[in-house]
Antibody, heavy 117, light 107 residues
């Protein structure tokens, strides 16, 4: 079964750091671009970051550039998002998604990040 | 960054209604547009990719059209399971961007 499972969310103080993980199974992880997408409470979807299959290319939304770092370990079939200098506006459910055959067709269930001031 | 604008923001409709949601891009994105459905507390679900490709397992009452800067999602006959929020998303250029969403409510 094709599956993504996020972990690592939690409550963190303003200015703190957190690392999210996304474990993939059921498909050839290293072949595909992966993304992080978030959703603040009561708000819409926001694409946060993406990474190529090899990890050689990374992309970020303006809102997180310089604070978040996306990476992957293809030997462990795992995607990461290192978040630092966290702000209240980073409070959200964070989803990982796989971009396969020209679409983001596989999504995890999400992990919740809460930043307290 | 490419801005995606959906209309309307909220739509009230009845069962069996034909429903159309529009998504406009601030610059041409060719056909690199997807539509997602999201229900409360759930992850988004892909409906349409590359503007008009129907994702496997998605009912044929959903269809997408358009290219360049203007796109539509049509539900030909609204069913009870379709009451949800719908998002368009461009993936022509990084950063990828979503529309603000359209909530389809029961009339």
């Amino acid at each position: 079964e094709v599956q993504l499972l996020e972990s690592g969310g939690g409550l963190v103080q303003y200015g703190g750091s957190l690392r999210l993980s996304c474990a993939a199974s059921g498909f050839t992880f290293s072949n595909y671009v992966m993304s992080w997408v978030r959703q603040a409470p009561g708000k819409g979807l926001e694409w946060v970051s993406g990474i190529s299959g090899t990890g050689g290319s990374t992309y970020y939304a303006d809102s997180v550039t310089g604070r978040f770092t996306i990476s992957r370990d293809n030997s462990k079939n795992t995607l990461y998002l290192q978040m630092s200098s966290l702000r209240a506006e980073d409070t959200a459910v964070y989803y990982c998604a796989a971009y396969r055959a020209y679409r983001m067709d596989v999504w995890g269930q999400g992990t919740t990040v809460s930043v307290s001031s | 960054d490419i801005q995606m604008t959906q209309s309307p923001s909220t739509l009230s409709a009845s069962i069996a209604d034909r429903v159309t949601i529009t998504c406009r891009a601030s610059q041409s994105i060719s056909y690199w547009l997807a539509w997602f459905q999201q229900k409360p507390g759930k992850a988004p679900k892909l409906l349409i990719y590359r503007a008009s490709g129907l994702e496997s397992g998605v009912p044929s009452r959903f269809s997408g059209s358009g290219s360049g800067t203007e796109f539509t999602l049509t539900i030909s006959s609204l069913q009870p399971d379709d009451f949800a929020t719908y998002y368009c998303q461009q993936y022509d250029n990084y950063p990828w961007t979503f529309g603000q969403g359209t909530k389809v409510e029961i009339k």
